[in-house]
């Protein structure tokens, strides 16, 4: 069975520091994806990224990072330069099987403050 | 706006009433998950279709749970005769099965709380 764990419940940072988020999963499927999802207070899952098993490249998109390690089964994410609007909590997720439901790891909740 | 719409945003009912919830997906998507988020928690699936049939449960959803999506479009999900336990954020995303994973798109979330 697939499993992610979240071990930072709650981080609290100041605006312009950078963050890494963490994320280890444990999957027996030999393709899978890994995703990362922000939720805001309103409550909406956004998308931010998706990787699939195959592609251990990192990936920069603006100020928002990935490092996805496979020998350590490892997908942190990292946040540069943090913003008040970077509040949230952040999903680390898995996907894999046919049916490609998704299981979430518990969650950190980000608090940047001014 | 064409994401996928969720109704009604909140519910909050009585211990042993009935409640359906509905989810409009984002047109010609196929797949459409039902998942659950308790507080402090992140979701767990519940359920999903491709098309109109249902190809799979989780076993958190009790007898208590029917979900249906008629025609391959909206979906119902209806809980009966609720529980407190089952207070909680039934979110609804849809995909676009082309053979190799694509993203799912989330709904706002239906709030259900029982009293």
């Known amino acids: 069975a697939q499993k992610v764990t979240q071990a930072q419940t709650e981080i609290s940072v100041v605006e312009k520091e950078d963050v890494t988020l963490d994320c280890v999963y444990e999957?027996?499927?030999?393709?899978?994806?890994l995703f990362w999802y922000k939720q805001p207070p309103s409550g909406e899952l956004v998308f931010l990224i998706r990787?699939?098993?195959?592609?251990?490249q990192n990936e920069i998109s603006g100020r928002y990072s990935w490092n996805f390690q496979k020998s350590t089964s490892s997908f942190n994410f990292t946040i540069t330069a943090s913003q008040v609007v970077d509040s949230a909590v952040y999903f680390c997720t898995h996907s894999g099987g046919s049916n490609y439901k998704l299981t979430f790891g518990k969650g950190t909740l980000l608090t940047v403050n001014p | 706006d064409t994401g996928v719409s969720q109704d009604p945003r909140h519910k909050i009912t009585k211990r042993g009433q009935n409640v359906t919830f509905r989810c409009d997906p984002i047109?010609?998507?196929?797949?459409l998950y039902w998942y659950r988020q308790t507080l402090g928690q992140g979701p767990e699936f519940l359920t999903y279709f491709q098309n109109e049939a249902q190809l799979e449960k989780s076993r958190l959803l009790s007898d208590r749970f029917s979900a249906e999506r008629p025609k391959g479009s909206f979906s119902t999900l209806e809980i009966q005769r609720t529980e407190q336990g089952d207070s909680a954020m039934y979110l609804c995303a849809s995909s676009l099965d082309i053979g190799s994973y694509n993203e799912q798109f989330f709904g706002p979330g239906t709030r259900l709380t029982v009293l």
């Open positions: 999957t027996r499927d030999t393709t899978y994806y």
């Open positions: 047109s010609e998507h196929n797949r």
């Open positions: 990787r699939n098993s195959f592609d251990e």
